[in-house]
């Protein structure tokens, strides 16, 4: 990183840091007040609406106290009253609901289903709630009851018995949204009722998603305590609420569950607005000190930039590279060192690629003197032998001739092989690219190699061939890449003297064809891999060094790469990966 960058990154990093802290702890700050300002109203709306539930408890409890003493309910109990008394007492009351019932819960009138008389009241009362010698059984409570034209509804009931204790009267009012709206509200905040098994009611009038309350509802009612916690009802974080939730509990039961909740979207807008100041005031302090940096480092870092240039011009190999000295202070005396190093090593580099010349002529002539050594001196004892034979009888001469032709052609063959390699070495012409397919290349080279693994002379090699069907098609030279699986393949027989398995694999992962090559033979060590694609480097007693790595250079020219896998004991694994064609189906 250059000094004048630094320079710039300082400055700004400075003014950007010192704003993003100050609108961090501003916006913190004002998620704490809103916190705070929130959780006082919810717990004010809370005590509001329990106050107001129990409020309209004891109404409704004093309503069916005078329903019970009323002549009407008396009528109803004597069996004298007409068939629409309790209508009449209900509208009286301005209750919802009102049943007349025996002790034993036989209905003997009913204001909102007339149609029940004579069967059993199965409102979800407690038995404790009817029973008229309990002092406590007047007080109101939230009870589901059957209603004739759709499911059940929600009430705020109580029970009272007559005065002869011949009959009970149980009644209250509906809980809907009206109702939980009248016990209390205010601007930005909403009342919510759950009840079991699962229904919330909603001040709003709106339907909110249960599974959503599922949580909040579940810690109220497992603490029977004050519970708070945030519902996200979308996606967006301005739908998050709030919520205050208090159990309400009847007979050491949970009857419901009363939510206060206040939205956060003021909450997110005001931290949005005070995030997006800070990031205009950053930008804008980052502009300053940009500018402010940029006049400082234009006057101070000219020279070392002009410097740095010439470096860098040398580097990318223009050894004519050279500064102006604009001045007679360190810098200048820096800038005429910096010229006198590149003609020095404009000399070097050429002595230097003198050097090299001769030592990998050398080297190359010392590779091909040791590997051609090798089958002259079998060829000279062999020459040697024949004119022995020659000097004794006729038959004994043929025999020794027919022995020599053969290891002489044996050492010719290895001649040519070595030059061979050497030559292919040497050329490795670019390649010719085709669309070809990998899969038909293995095959080709497979079928070279069918005679040689059926050999009967030769310990058995099971050969296994695991290739993808389709989507293997790439851009290719089919003849050096068949050359190069060629060589691994034979590679992979040379390890398995005394047999093995030969499993050829391909697949497609990540927009690249993948050709595995593996061998159950002896393996490789870690160092043995690690040098096993160098030039010249071989394992084998008679090998060039040159296979593998001409292998490696077609795959290389072919936008691909080479890997081996392998440990002692347990085979190796070559893999070519090269990229498929566009469009290729995966």
């Known amino acids: 990183m250059t000094f004048r960058t630094k320079l710039l990154l ?30 006082q109203r919810r717990s004010d709306l809370l005590t509001q609406l329990r106050r107001e539930l129990d409020t309209r408890g004891m109404e409704v409890t004093r309503q069916m106290e005078r329903a ?26 301005d209750l919802a609901f009102l049943d007349v019932v025996q002790p034993d819960l036989t209905i003997l009138s009913s204001a909102h289903w007339p149609a029940r008389f004579g069967y059993k009241n199965d409102w979800e009362i407690a038995a404790e709630d009817w029973h008229p010698d309990d002092a406590s059984a007047g007080a109101a409570f939230l009870a589901r009851i059957p209603v004739p034209d759709g499911p ?7 029970v009272r018995p007559t005065p002869d204790k011949k009959a009970l009267v149980a009644g209250g009012r509906l809980v809907d949204p009206a109702f939980l709206k009248s016990l209390g509200d205010a601007p930005g905040m909403r009342a919510l ?46 739908s998050s609420e709030a919520f205050l939730a208090f159990p309400l509990a009847h007979r050491g039961q949970i009857a419901g569950v009363l939510l206060a909740g206040t939205s956060l979207a003021p909450q997110f807008a005001l931290e ?6 800070g990031v205009v005031a950053a930008v804008s302090g980052i502009l300053i000190g940009v500018l402010l940096g940029w006049w400082t480092t234009e006057r101070v870092t000219r020279p070392v930039t002009q410097l740095a240039r010439g470096a860098r011009a040398v580097a990318s190999g223009d050894w004519s590279a050279r500064v102006e000295v604009i001045s007679n202070d360190e810098i200048g005396e820096l800038a005429a060192a910096f ?27 010392r590779r091909l003197a040791h590997e051609l050594k090798n089958p002259l001196f079998p060829l000279q004892i062999t020459i040697e032998n024949l004119r022995k034979a020659r000097k004794r009888s006729e038959s004994e001469f043929e025999e020794v001739f027919q022995e020599s032709t053969g290891t002489l052609l044996a050492e010719v063959g290895n001649l040519k092989t070595i030059i061979g390699r050497f030559s292919d070495f040497a050329k490795m012409p670019p390649p010719n690219f085709e669309a070809v397919d990998l899969n038909e290349i293995v095959q080709n080279v497979m079928r070279l190699y069918d005679a040689q693994l059926k050999d009967d002379g030769r310990s058995k090699i099971d050969v296994e061939l695991d290739l993808r069907d389709t989507g293997l098609r790439i851009q290719a030279d089919g003849e050096q890449l068949r050359r190069a699986i060629g060589n691994l393949v034979l590679n992979a027989i040379d390890a398995m003297p005394r047999g093995g398995v030969l499993r050829i694999a391909s697949s497609r992962e990540d927009g690249h064809a993948r050709l595995s090559v593996s061998d159950t033979g002896m393996g490789l060590t870690e160092e043995e891999c690690a040098r096993l694609f160098t030039p010249y480097y071989t394992t084998k007693q008679h090998g060039t060094g040159l296979g593998l790595a001409i292998v490696q250079s077609v795959v290389s020219d072919h936008g691909g790469k080479i890997s081996v896998m392998s440990s002692p004991g347990n085979g190796a694994t070559f893999i070519i990966e090269l990229p498929v064609l566009p469009g290729e189906p995966a």
């Open 10 to 39: 300082l400055s700004s990093i400075t003014v950007a840091g010192a704003v993003a802290l100050v609108t961090g702890a501003v916006s913190i700050a004002a998620r704490q007040g809103f916190e705070r300002a929130d959780g």
């Open 339 to 365: 010229n006198r190093m590149t003609e020095q090593l404009a000399e070097q580099r050429d002595r230097a690629i003198q050097a090299e010349r001769v030592a990998a002529w050398r080297e190359l002539a």
């Open 272 to 277: 949005n607005e005070i995030l997006w100041i």
């Open 193 to 238: 009722l759950w009840l079991p098994p699962g229904e919330v009611v909603d001040a709003q009038g709106g339907n909110p998603d249960i599974t959503k309350l599922a949580g909040l509802v579940s810690e109220a009612r497992g603490k029977a305590a004050e519970a708070t916690g945030t519902v996200q009802w979308s996606s967006s974080r301005s």
């Open 152 to 158: 059940s509804a929600v009430a705020l009931v109580a």
């Open 68 to 93: 019970a003493q009323s002549a009407g309910v008396q009528r109803i109990a004597a069996g004298t009253a007409e068939f629409d008394q309790a209508q009449q007492e209900s509208a009286a009351q």
